[in-house]
C-alpha cells in the first residue's frame, strides 16, 4: 500500500513557465516533507522541504505548498529551465525518521 | 568533495550467489539508510542504523538480506543467494543526526543485476 503517491510519472512543461509536480499522502503522522531531485545514473539530491506545521516553503525558483487536509503537497517551479529536467522524488518522514519516498515524476523541460 | 560514497558502481551476479554492497557515510555522519529502487518504482526503504541503537531493519524484504555497520561508519549490505528480483539500483544515505530537520545526503549508488 503506497502511503506516498505521485499520480504522474511524467510532466513536460515548455522553458520559462512554471512546472506543477504533485504527490498525495495517506498517513497523518508524516511530519516533514521533502523533495529530491535525481539525475540519471546518480543518487538523489535534496531539494526543498517543508514541516508539517507550515503550509508554504520558498526558497528561489522552488515553492512547496502543503495542504494537510487533503494530504496533498506540490512543488513549483518558476521559471521552469532545461537543467530542470530530472526525476523528481515526494517523499514524507515518519515520527521514526524514516522517509517514504513516492515513485517520482520525470520532468523534461524543453526550450 | 567527501560525499557519500558506494561501491561498486555496477554489479552483475548469477542466481544463487551471494553478492555485498558496501557504504562509505559522510564522515560524523551517525545515521545511515540503505534503499533501493526496482525499474519503474520509487525508493524502498531497507534498514536505517542510527548510532549504537539497534537498526530498523522493517524494510528488508526477505532473511536473505542483511546489513551491518562497523565502527558507526561503513556499512555493508549483503544479499545471499540472490534472485532475479532483487536486480535493482542500492542507494545508501547518510545524515548527520537522528530527527531534526536534515536531510539525508545519498550516495551514487549500486546498479545490482542478477542474471
Redesign the interface.
Known amino acids: 500500500d503506497q502511503q506516498?503517491k505521485?499520480n504522474s510519472p511524467s510532466l513536460s512543461v515548455q522553458e520559462g513557465r512554471i512546472s506543477i509536480l504533485n504527490c498525495d499522502y495517506t498517513n497523518s503522522m508524516f511530519d516533514?516533507f521533502?523533495w529530491?531531485k535525481k539525475y540519471p545514473?546518480?543518487?538523489?539530491?535534496?531539494l526543498i522541504?517543508i514541516?508539517s506545521i507550515k503550509d508554504k516553503n520558498e526558497d528561489g525558483r522552488f515553492t512547496v505548498f502543503l495542504n494537510k487536509s487533503a494530504k496533498h503537497l506540490s512543488l513549483h517551479i518558476v521559471p521552469s529551465q532545461p537543467g530542470d529536467s530530472a526525476v523528481y522524488?515526494c517523499?514524507a518522514r515518519e515520527p521514526?525518521?524514516?522517509?517514504?519516498?513516492?515513485?517520482?515524476t520525470r520532468l523534461q523541460v524543453f526550450p | 568533495g567527501a560525499g557519500?560514497s558506494q561501491s561498486p558502481s555496477n554489479k552483475v551476479t548469477e542466481k544463487g550467489k551471494d553478492v555485498e554492497l558496501r557504504c562509505d557515510p559522510i564522515s560524523g555522519h551517525t545515521?545511515l539508510?540503505w534503499?533501493r529502487q526496482s525499474l519503474?518504482?520509487?525508493?524502498?526503504?531497507l534498514i536505517?542504523f542510527?548510532g549504537n541503537s539497534a537498526p530498523?531493519k522493517s524494510?528488508l524484504p526477505s532473511d536473505r538480506f542483511s546489513a551491518e555497520r562497523t565502527g558507526g561508519s561503513v556499512s555493508t549490505l549483503t544479499i545471499q543467494r540472490t534472485q532475479q528480483e532483487d536486480s535493482a539500483v542500492y542507494?545508501c544515505?547518510s545524515k548527520p543526526s537522528?530527527?531534526g530537520?536534515n536531510?539525508?545526503?545519498?550516495?551514487?549508488?549500486t546498479r545490482l543485476t542478477v542474471l
Do not use: N
Open positions: 506516498v505521485q516533514y521533502l529530491y545514473a546518480e543518487g538523489p539530491t535534496f522541504s514541516s522524488f517523499a521514526t525518521d524514516k522517509l517514504i519516498f513516492g515513485t517520482g | 557519500v545515521a539508510y534503499y519503474g518504482q520509487g525508493l524502498e526503504f536505517y542510527q530498523d524494510g542507494l544515505a537522528s530527527g530537520l536531510e539525508q545526503f545519498f550516495g551514487p549508488g
